[in-house]
């Protein structure tokens, strides 16, 4: 699949559910209301979906919502799509998680062959954790990361830099992940969906400045690895970790972009800042063969467009585009 600026399309994200079970305050506002039931899609149908970006030549998946293990039977899924790990047509398997199930499921997940998961984690004070995530429990996650490493599964801690919130503890955190043997990367926020009441020019930190301050302490050098992924990475000296930096807002990645979005509706976003969607849920319904399907992917890839519009100022304090992360998948 190539789009019309020449970039291949590779890289599938699926949102299973927009559920969670945190209500984190730059993600959700706390009375979210959630899709209906009748409207999202079945496992199986999402593995169908999934499977013909396969066919198409998507070679890396990654799971992700809302929260994709609060999704019921989520295991079916990800062990039907690990049977394209062991033929050989997808290189990679993943997901991105709250942590919070990582206990319960580390390690079916690593035998079914994920080798490395991204556990979003903002703080590592359990006080800051129960204000930003509302309704999570930050032992529960603890003991999910280390189950994780436990079986044996990479961890990449994403931290959404919040000013005045965790910018006073970078430090710390690249001391515990670097303890831990995990990586880190900061995300900018992206100014997606109503939160109600918080502003995002409030919330909103350059990781220009969050680098300048890291520098104070570590030795950072530029690394030349590539995830795939719109991260910059860093290796830090002291640790020998790397930590990457997602920069939306200060630097553009769209250029080199790989990647198009599912929703656990069938709705296939070509880019998350952006509001043109296309539905592949009729044609996926409307037979039991995949041609429907197959085109009207293509014709979807056909008119992905160039880069997002994310502005945050003073001005812009609404969000850009109207749906929140967890229905895109973030
Ligand atoms: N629930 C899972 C989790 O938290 O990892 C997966 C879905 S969550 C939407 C994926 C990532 O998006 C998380 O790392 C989260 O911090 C990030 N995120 C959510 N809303 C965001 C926003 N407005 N700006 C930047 N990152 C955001
Ligand atoms: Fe849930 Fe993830 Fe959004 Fe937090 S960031 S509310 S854990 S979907």
């Given amino acids: 699949m190539i789009d019309p600026f020449g970039r291949h399309i590779s890289y599938l994200r699926v949102s299973v559910t927009d559920r969670c079970d945190f209500r984190c305050v730059y993600c959700m506002s706390e009375?979210?209301?959630?899709?209906?039931?009748?409207d999202i899609l079945s496992l199986e149908e999402l593995e169908r979906l999934c499977s013909a970006f396969v066919q198409l030549?998507?070679?890396?998946?990654?799971?992700?919502?809302?929260?994709?293990?609060?999704?019921?039977?989520?295991?079916?899924?990800?062990?039907?799509?690990g049977r394209h790990l062991e033929s050989g047509v997808l290189d990679e398997l993943t997901l991105t998680t709250n942590g919070s199930q990582l206990a319960k499921y580390?390690?079916?997940?690593?035998?079914?062959?994920?080798?490395?998961?991204?556990?979003?984690?903002?703080?590592?004070?359990?006080?800051?954790?129960?204000?930003?995530t509302r309704w999570g429990r930050f032992d529960q996650v603890m003991e999910g990361i280390a189950a994780a490493r436990d079986a044996g599964l990479g961890v990449k801690i994403n931290a959404v830099a919040l000013k005045g919130v965790n910018d006073n503890e970078l430090h710390d955190m690249v001391r515990?992940?670097?303890?831990?043997?995990?990586?880190?990367?900061?995300?900018?926020?992206?100014?997606?969906?109503?939160?109600?009441?918080?502003?995002?020019?409030?919330?909103?930190?350059?990781?220009?400045?969050?680098?300048?301050?890291?520098q104070k302490q570590w030795t950072l050098t530029d690394s030349k690895f590539d995830?795939?992924?719109?991260?910059?990475?860093?290796?830090?000296?002291?640790?020998?970790?790397?930590?990457?930096?997602?920069?939306?807002?200060?630097?553009?990645?769209?250029?080199?972009?790989?990647?198009?979005?599912?929703?656990?509706?069938?709705?296939?976003?070509?880019?998350?800042?952006?509001?043109?969607?296309?539905?592949?849920?009729?044609?996926l319904r409307a037979s039991d063969d995949d041609d429907l399907l197959i085109?009207?992917?293509?014709?979807?890839?056909?008119?992905?467009?160039?880069?997002?519009?994310?502005?945050?100022?003073?001005?812009?304090?609404?969000?850009?585009?109207?749906?929140?992360?967890?229905?895109?998948?973030?």
């Avoid at 809302?66 to 899924?77: D, H, K, S």
């Avoid at 580390?106 to 930003?132: C, H, M, W, Y």
């Avoid at 930096?245 to 709705?267: D, Q």
Wanted: net charge positive.
């Fill in 31 to 38: 009375d979210m209301t959630f899709l209906p039931k009748a």
């Fill in 57 to 81: 030549g998507v070679r890396k998946l990654r799971m992700t919502g809302g929260e994709p293990l609060v999704r019921r039977n989520i295991m079916w899924l990800f062990r039907k799509l």
């Fill in 106 to 132: 580390a390690r079916e997940l690593a035998e079914i062959g994920v080798r490395r998961v991204n556990v979003s984690l903002d703080t590592l004070d359990p006080e800051k954790f129960q204000k930003i």
């Fill in 176 to 214: 515990w992940c670097g303890a831990g043997g995990y990586d880190l990367t900061f995300i900018e926020v992206m100014p997606m969906g109503d939160i109600g009441g918080e502003a995002r020019f409030d919330q909103y930190l350059p990781l220009s400045t969050l680098r300048a301050e890291l």
């Fill in 227 to 283: 995830s795939g992924g719109p991260a910059r990475y860093v290796e830090v000296a002291e640790t020998g970790r790397k930590i990457g930096f997602i920069t939306p807002m200060t630097h553009n990645f769209c250029e080199s972009c790989n990647r198009v979005r599912l929703t656990c509706t069938g709705t296939l976003y070509m880019c998350l800042g952006q509001e043109d969607a296309a539905d592949l849920r009729a044609p």
């Fill in 295 to 330: 085109a009207a992917i293509g014709e979807a890839i056909g008119r992905k467009p160039k880069g997002h519009d994310f502005i945050i100022d003073r001005r812009n304090k609404g969000p850009a585009v109207g749906r929140h992360m967890s229905v895109t998948g973030g």
